[in-house]
């Protein structure tokens, strides 16, 4: 029940950080336009630093919730990686409520009331004659919140998997840092050679 429930999330978040993931696709696109008819065609475009911005800000939030369910944010665990798993799981638990969800849910509230007022009076953009709106990008502020509090819920639920078991429940996983492939695949020769004296 709890792993289905750790599941569900990891794979809600999936889903929202591959959707948003395409965005940097369409950024590179509107940047390399930009950067060809404002240096060969001299005729800048009026958007693309909206573009860029509001591209970029929409994958940094929605992507959040998505990289914390991999593990990945930047982690200060010089000392904490070499803890027992228990009292890994321990430490994180204390932490998650002593500073994230405090920290998310100030993120859910104050990015609602953010959001809300621009969506009312449906914000553009000043930056550019234009007007690009930009309350969609601020909509997503509570929504991000929202998703790293569902994936806050499940890595609760991992640390208390872990205090039952001893051990650390596994994490779907679809990408792997180049260092991470290149030690594996450095590593792997060795151990077989090691097999085989």
Not at 12 to 33: D, P
Not at 75 to 95: G, I, K, M, N, Y
Not at 155 to 161: I, K
Request: hydrophobic letters at 50%; aromatic letters at 12%.
């Amino acid at each position: 029940m709890i792993r289905d429930v750790i599941r569900t999330i990891d794979l809600l978040n999936k889903s929202v950080g591959h959707a948003f993931a395409w965005s940097i696709v369409i950024l590179t696109l509107g940047v390399s336009y930009e950067v060809f008819v404002r240096y060969v065609l001299r005729d800048p475009t009026s958007w693309a630093f909206d573009l860029s911005y509001i591209l970029y800000g929409a994958m940094f939030l929605m992507a959040g919730a998505y990289t914390l369910s991999r593990g990945g944010h930047v982690r200060a665990d010089v000392f904490s990686r070499r803890w027992r798993p228990r009292t890994q799981a321990t430490v994180e638990l204390v932490l998650y409520f002593i500073f994230f969800f405090p920290g998310v849910l100030a993120l859910v509230i104050a990015g609602w009331g953010y959001g809300h007022e621009s969506f009312a009076i449906r914000e553009v953009s000043v930056n550019s004659p234009v007007g690009v709106p930009v309350w969609p990008l601020k909509l997503l502020i509570p929504a991000a919140g929202v998703l790293l509090t569902l994936q806050g819920i499940a890595e609760v639920l991992r640390c208390l998997l872990c205090l039952k078991e001893g051990a650390w429940p596994p994490r779907l996983h679809d990408v792997e840092e180049l260092e991470s492939q290149l030690i594996h695949s450095h590593a792997a020769p060795t151990d077989n050679a090691g097999a085989q004296s």
